[in-house]
């Protein structure tokens, strides 16, 4: 299979430029924004400001998980391939085409000209290759993204433009490589990537559209706009992410105009925002599961077991019960006021092809009745003040990890104590600010867990494969929960060689029927995206995907990407003569190529534990 585009013209000011592919992909006419407002000196430079609640767990692409971490990563690497805004086909980033050998176990990728990091050297296939055979020789590289090489066979660069890549068997993924590509020549000089967390020196080098130029821990980290970015730079002068410990602090800010944008409202927050002068709530269906994770036992891929986890959640019984007494009805309404959709499957509604729900007898619906029956028949007693025994003969007494900064894990957590005391459990509910060391640890009974999915959505799967289990208890790994299940296993490992879309839609499909079996994971509500910015600081801004999309954790970096300042756009060729466009990609017009290509892809800026 082939994929080519013809080569995208040098950006104009104020232009309108064509990336257009005529193989079997499709391709995008973007907007080129920055080269025309690229430098304001009346106004004295525009910031974008953004507040975030959670930590940068690391700069490093080869460590960080979260999501505010890999969305940085986003704005400051380029992968081989990225996702067109409108509907998240993949389209070239790095790479202009890609082909594939019959037997589908040789991949070949041409490697653009124009790419330059932000120190002037050139980006090359030597330095993609280098990163993937980092990834594949030292297990601290493999940290964060190792699930994509892990069938990866040879890495070779024959010259600048070539990079082929040699697989062991065929994979899925080979036009969805959700890897960050780094610099070769700075890189090379890291000598132990599980302590170099890449916040040391700066700016750090990069060929993405922004520029990381400062960082301070649970403070601000600073981009400016690289003005070296093939696609053209961006139009705001600087973007700052601000941390926010409360989310209230951060609502009142934005009132303030002291930040942009605030993600991750409450449906409270949002209501009081509609109503406010100059900014603009975005309420759009979430690409987010919020769940209940509990400990299955965690464990290494040595079989040396470690944590505190309550060894009554290893029964299958007792986690049925738990989860026949949670009323998500209850939660959708009250807690997300209607601001979500009742979850059970993996995979939110909003990605059709792999969305499953159960049905039948396999659906395990609010029976509060039927949970005291399950508890009963399994020899789960309770005493004369009404508590449920385990089989010690000690109380039932379940702790729950919490996020501090997030007031739907509070709520929620108030229910679940007040139905889980019904069938008489106790629940203690431990709100951290991080909730990572006791997680990685295995230091937790239940936690709340909740990941973004991309279209693709392998790498969420692979999340739950034991061989995402730490290699020893001293080591990380790139699990979620430490659930390691063999029938899970084969159909991850059967997905991810199936090349064949609706073949490919039913071994995930089963994937997430057997997740929902084993009841490890409880998946409560696929939550909206509720987000607000100032419009008199925005202009216009691109949502993905173009119906209803959201602004906040894109695959890609097409939102901060294209953000027209409002005090320039009158006359700019990247603003909106309307006035804020949602719901219509602002500043990306699509035109369809010629075919489909089977663009497999994966999490979302690395879609991560939130």
């Known amino acids: 299979m082939v994929t080519k585009v013809p080569p995208r013209p040098s950006p104009a000011r104020g232009a309108l430029r064509v990336l257009l592919a005529t193989g079997l992909a499709a391709g995008s006419l973007a907007v080129v924004p920055g080269a025309a407002q690229a430098e304001d000196a009346k106004s004295g430079g525009t910031t974008l400001t953004v507040a975030v609640s959670q930590s940068i767990d690391s700069l490093s692409p080869f460590l960080a998980q979260k999501l505010t971490s890999t ?61 993937f055979n980092k990834m594949m020789t030292d297990p601290n590289a493999a940290t964060a993204n190792g699930s994509f090489t892990a069938n990866f066979a040879q890495v070779t660069a024959p010259d600048p433009q070539t990079l082929v890549i040699r697989l062991k068997k065929p994979q899925a993924t080979m036009t969805a490589l959700d890897v960050p590509i780094v610099p070769k020549h700075v890189w090379e000089k890291v000598t132990d990537f599980s302590k170099f967390n890449n916040d040391k020196t700066f700016p750090i080098v990069g060929n993405g559209p922004f520029v990381i130029t400062d960082f301070k821990v649970d403070q601000y980290i600073k981009l400016k706009p690289n003005k070296k970015f093939w696609r053209g730079a961006p139009q705001f002068d600087e973007l700052v992410f601000k941390y926010y410990k409360d989310g209230d602090a951060a609502v009142a800010a934005l009132q303030k105009g002291e930040v942009s944008f605030v993600p991750n409202l409450t449906p409270a927050q949002a209501d009081a925002l509609k109503t406010q002068k100059n900014i603009k709530v975005n309420d759009a269906p979430g690409r987010r599961f919020y769940a209940l994770a509990t400990n299955p036992g965690a464990k290494a891929q040595d079989g040396k077991t470690f944590g505190n986890g309550n060894k009554a959640l290893l029964d299958p019984e007792v986690r049925k019960a738990l989860f026949l007494a949670v009323d998500r009805t209850t939660l959708v309404d009250k807690v997300f006021q209607g601001h979500a959709v009742e979850g059970e ?34 020899g789960y007693e309770k ?29 929620v957590g108030k229910y679940l104590q007040e139905w889980w005391g019904k069938l008489g459990i106790g629940l203690k509910v431990e709100c951290l600010d991080s909730v990572s060391d006791p997680w990685v640890k295995g230091d937790y009974d239940l936690a709340f867990d909740g990941w973004s999915v991309n279209p693709d959505p392998d790498y969420v799967l692979s999340i739950h494969t034991c061989g995402a289990l ?41 994937m997430q029927s057997r997740l929902y079996d084993t009841g490890y994971m409880n998946v409560m509500a696929y939550p909206n995206a509720l987000e607000a910015y100032r419009t008199d600081q925005i202009k216009s801004i691109t949502t993905m995907p173009e119906a209803a999309g959201n602004l906040w954790g894109q695959d890609g970096y097409w939102s901060w990407w294209s953000a027209v300042p409002a005090a320039r756009a009158e006359g700019s060729a990247g603003g909106s003569s309307t006035g804020v466009v949602i719901g219509i990609v602002a500043a990306v017009i699509v035109v369809a190529g010629v075919g489909v290509f089977l663009g497999m892809r994966r999490r979302s800026t690395a879609d991560d534990r939130e």
């Open 71 to 131: 969305s940085i990563h986003r704005l400051a690497y380029e992968y081989l391939t990225n996702y067109d805004p409108k509907d998240a086909h993949t389209i070239p980033g790095l790479a202009t085409s890609w082909t594939s050998s019959p037997d589908k176990l040789t991949w070949t990728y041409t490697i653009r000209k124009d790419s330059t990091w932000s120190d002037g050297q050139r980006a090359t296939a030597e330095d993609a290759a280098w990163t």
């Open 345 to 378: 499957g993996y995979v939110p509604p909003r990605f059709g092809s792999y969305f499953w729900k159960p049905e039948g007898a396999q659906k395990r619906a609010y029976d509060p009745a039927a949970a005291e029956k399950v508890l009963d028949a399994a």
């Open 383 to 411: 005493n004369a003040a009404g508590k449920r025994l385990g089989k010690d003969g000690r109380p039932l007494e379940f702790r729950i990890l919490c996020h501090a900064t997030d007031p739907n894990d509070k709520a």
């Open 470 to 510: 730490p290699a020893t208890p001293k080591d990380s790994g790139a699990t979620d929960n430490f659930i390691c299940d063999k029938e899970f296993d084969g159909l991850y490992a059967r997905q991810a060689v199936e090349y064949d879309a609706a073949k490919r839609a039913d071994l995930v499909k089963r």
